[in-house]
């Protein structure tokens, strides 16, 4: 039974629904971000409406001392965490390799690199020590498939790949299962940090696509972690209808007005 749940990232997107999702199903969560105000926000709503317990940390993942006693701040209950969702990332910019800024580059590999190294190394030893638990890693198709202008956002996802893989071998005989989850196309605010904080740029990578949701990925998510005990989810990829991969997607062109 998954009683604790530990989602980075937790302030939008993907990690608010999947922290949603997890309260539904009666876990108590452990979530971060940076934005005080939405944890804030986010754990007295779960709390209020499924009575479970909520530890909100505020702290940025970049930050290797921040994450450290961040996680060694979780205790009581909440020690064993079940479940780890290594969700908190970003792309900044999107630029052909020779313009690309060297400050979106370092973002990126701290964030959805570093960040994630600091968090896992951190709670794995727990869940090791506890005979089990699950990580979930929240990849993208540019794990595997990198795209033009974005080489640092995919490098820092086939990381995330090869980070899975790696763990899983690692982890064997351990009983902790490693799942990667590889979304395409996911309306967040993703588009909009990465152009940031152009809204009309932002909107329009969803232009004639119906993309994926947040709960869309979430529901993968959950889905992982409901196997029985000798099952392991090695990946999930999944895309919107519109979208064959990173490389092709259909759009829907406006209708000229038939009057
Ligand atoms: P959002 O921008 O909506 O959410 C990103 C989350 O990451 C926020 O909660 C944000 O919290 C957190 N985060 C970012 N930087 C930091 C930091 N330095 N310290 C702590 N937390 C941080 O985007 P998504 O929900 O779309 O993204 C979630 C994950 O999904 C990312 O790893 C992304 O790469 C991946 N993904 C997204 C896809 C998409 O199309 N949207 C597709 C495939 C994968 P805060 O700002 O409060 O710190
Ligand atoms: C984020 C989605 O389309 O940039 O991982 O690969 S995409």
Not at 89 to 96: F, K, S, Y
Not at 131 to 148: F, K, L, M, R
Not at 195 to 216: I, K, M, N, S
Request: glycine share 10%; charged share 25%.
């Amino acid at each position: 039974m998954v009683r604790t749940v530990m989602v980075t990232g937790a302030t939008s997107g993907i990690g608010e629904a999947t922290a949603r999702a997890f309260a539904g199903e009666g876990a108590n969560l452990i979530i971060t971000g940076r934005r005080w105000d939405r944890l804030k926000a986010l754990k007295k709503e779960l709390e209020a409406d499924h009575g479970v317990e909520v530890l909100a940390l505020a702290f940025d993942i970049r930050d290797r001392k921040q994450c450290e006693s961040a996680v060694d701040s979780i205790s009581g209950d909440l020690a064993t965490v079940d479940v780890l969702v290594n969700n908190a990332g970003l792309a900044a910019g999107l630029d052909h390799f020779e313009e690309g800024e060297v400050n979106d580059w370092e973002m990126m590999i701290d964030t959805n690199v570093k960040g994630l190294l600091y968090i896992t190394r951190r709670i794995v030893p727990r869940m090791v020590a506890a005979g089990g638990g699950h990580v979930v890693n929240i990849g993208s198709i540019a794990g595997t498939q990198p795209y033009e202008k974005g080489a640092v956002y995919c490098a820092s996802k086939h990381a995330v790949h090869a980070l899975s893989q790696g763990m899983r071998i690692d982890l064997l005989g351990k009983g902790v299962k490693v799942t990667e989850i590889r979304p395409g196309m996911v309306e967040t605010e993703f588009s909009l940090v990465r152009f940031h904080g152009d809204e009309r740029r932002a909107g329009g990578v969803y232009d004639g696509v119906t993309p994926l949701t947040g709960e869309d990925v979430a529901e993968a998510v959950l889905w992982a972690i409901m196997q029985p005990p000798h099952v392991n989810i090695d990946e999930i990829v999944l895309t919107p209808l519109a979208q064959a991969n990173a490389y092709y997607t259909f759009r829907q062109k406006e209708q000229p007005d038939a009057k």
